[in-house]
């Protein structure tokens, strides 16, 4: 990803479904006291993984500002 974009997840509307996680691991985790999925690293590629991930979403939670 570019310096210009960033990935973000919406913790009011995270349901920790865990599908990010399993599309991007290395981008996304489950917070074990909260169960609401956060981004660990904002700046990751490759970028599939992470819109893969953001499709998956059962919430929508996911945002990709580019």
Do not use: K, W
């Amino acid at each position: 990803m570019s310096a210009d974009q960033s990935i973000r997840v919406d913790p009011d509307v995270c349901m920790g479904a865990g599908s990010c996680v399993f599309h991007a691991p290395h981008v996304f985790a489950i917070d074990p006291e909260t169960n609401v999925a956060r981004v660990v690293d904002p700046a990751a590629d490759p970028l599939d993984d992470v819109l893969d991930a953001a499709e998956a979403c059962p919430t929508g939670a996911i945002r990709i500002d580019r």
